[in-house]
């Protein structure tokens, strides 16, 4: 049996207003808290018993996932009080965990949509006999990411944190978020500090002679740390295209929570997701985007790549695109908002506002 860590203590400060009232793995990607699919992900590859790291909002997750017996899991919340760093809440959960010093440990980030074959990774380090492996995936542009270039036999070479520079760019992979650490590993990790993992932990096993290993695996990638990602993410989990077992329903063009009401001439489209209690009215469209439980979108209204938070109210003829909406808010009728803007939760937009075009 595997052992799982996730890491879900982070703020989500890039997401704000969506974490304002709520952690980033529990904001609500086709339907369900974006945790509950990286928790159904890890129970199809055979993991048992998963610790939660947790810290901002910590109180949210234990009254959603209890002991996670409901998803054939055994849950456990550790919660830090001070931020520890990825390798500091690592390390800080160690004791709850029941594997022997050589025996894989799984750990995952709380903010990365993947189709990672878990399994293959699991496999891949115990036939390496490797300390660490790591989930590496490629991308075109590696600038805004930490480059881990590995030898022919996927061993790990260096560490590279953000390059710069075009010389600095010598391999196109990068750190995917996903680990497979032998316990004793974790262990070794100093307490009571903070500690990065990517900083800290890798480079210095490095430097000692550790086996780091590297598995490349291209499949489904997405990091869900900006609100359009997040977006993108929901999206790709409703039309199938990120796999997960967590979907509350069939994959397609569209995702409608049983309580909602939709209007029959409401046109859904790209994915887009329809929270529980959640009322479209006449002549809407709304493409590639996730409306939240209770949320209220007006006659006529255009909703392209956006959110709308839980229980806010878009108005009449009003089109969001790329734009984020606060739980609770209200979007009067005849607004445009566009690409980039936020409205913070419970704010009121009065009719016609702000647009972006003219009025004719």
């Not at 944190?161 to 992979?173: A, L, R, Y």
């Not at 990602?229 to 063009?253: K, M, N, T």
């Amino acid at each position: 049996m595997t052992e799982a860590i996730l890491l879900v203590g982070g703020k989500g400060t890039r997401l704000r207003p969506l974490t304002v009232h709520t952690p980033k793995p529990m904001v609500p990607a086709a339907g369900v808290p974006f945790l509950a699919h990286q928790l159904g992900r890890a129970r199809a590859a055979g993991v048992e018993h998963i610790v939660l790291a947790t810290s901002y909002l910590a109180e949210v997750f234990d009254p959603y996932f209890g002991d996670g017996s409901s998803l054939g899991l055994r849950l456990e919340y550790v919660t830090e009080h001070e931020p520890l760093g990825t390798g500091g809440a690592i390390r800080n959960v160690a004791s709850r965990l029941d594997s022997g010093p050589d025996d894989p440990v799984l750990i995952f980030n709380g903010d990365i949509l993947t189709g990672l074959d878990i399994g293959a990774l699991v496999d891949t380090h115990a036939s390496a006999g490797a300390d660490v492996s790591l989930h590496l995936t490629r991308v075109d542009d590696p600038r805004a990411f930490g480059l881990v270039p590995t030898d022919d036999s996927g061993r790990v070479t260096a560490f590279l944190e953000k390059p710069q520079t075009p010389e600095e760019i010598v391999t196109d992979q990068i750190n995917a978020g996903a680990y497979v650490f032998r316990r004793s590993v974790i262990d070794s990790i100093p307490a009571g500090r903070p500690v990065s993992v990517e900083r800290e932990t890798f480079p210095g096993l490095l430097e000692s002679g550790a086996h780091l290993h590297g598995m490349v695996d291209s499949t489904y990638w997405l990091d869900l740390g900006t609100p359009q990602a997040f977006i993108r993410g929901s999206a790709d989990l409703v039309l199938g295209v990120a796999p997960s077992p967590a979907v509350p329903g069939r994959c397609g063009d569209r995702l409608v929570l049983p309580s909602a009401t939709v209007a029959p001439d409401a046109k859904l489209t790209a994915g887009t997701v329809i929270g529980a209690g959640a009322v479209i009215a006449a002549g809407a469209r709304i493409s590639g985007s996730a409306i939240l439980d209770n949320a209220v979108i007006g006659a006529g209204a255009v909703i392209t790549d956006s959110l709308v938070g839980a229980g806010a109210r878009v108005g009449a003829r009003t089109s969001l695109s790329g734009t984020v909406i606060g739980d609770g808010a209200t979007v009067g009728p005849d607004n445009e908002l566009r690409e980039g803007a936020r409205v913070w939760c419970d704010t009121t937009l009065p009719p016609g506002s702000i647009r972006f075009s003219s009025d004719e």
